[in-house]
């Protein structure tokens, strides 16, 4: 079983930075992909960024250039570091893993962290 567990939400000002981290009880290698996912109130959870076990990282359009997903393996930590923050990112932080399997893939999910951004 694979647990993860975010830390580093909080309130923050618009055009300011925050942290995020996700815990893995396994190595992060061990893990085809790992994904950050946030879900703002009445709106339905989206992706924002994604970083598989090989290390190519992938973004959702609205946040590229300000978001930089990273892991640290010997940690089994992957972060989300968020930069020139924006109300509009204002949301539960999920981090969620993925490993592949023969009979289908296995996911797992974190219970969130929550960001706010003021205006």
């Known amino acids: 079983q694979v647990q993860l567990v975010e830390s580093g939400g909080g309130l923050v000002q618009a055009g300011g930075s925050l942290r995020l981290s996700c815990a893995a009880s396994?190595?992060?290698?061990?893990?085809?992909?790992i994904n950050w996912y946030r879900q703002a109130p009445e709106k339905e959870r989206e992706l924002v960024a994604t970083?598989?076990?090989?290390?190519?990282?992938t973004y959702e359009d609205s946040v590229k250039g300000r978001f930089t997903i990273s892991r640290d393996n010997a940690k089994n930590t992957v972060f989300l570091q968020m930069n020139s923050l924006k109300p509009e990112d204002t949301a539960v932080y999920y981090c969620?893993?993925?490993?592949?399997?023969?009979?289908?893939?296995?996911?797992?999910w974190g219970k969130g962290t929550l960001v706010t951004v003021s205006s």
């Open positions: 969620h893993g993925k490993i592949l399997r023969v009979w289908g893939p296995k996911n797992y």
């Open positions: 396994v190595s992060v290698l061990s893990i085809d992909a």
């Open positions: 970083i598989s076990s090989g290390g190519q990282t």
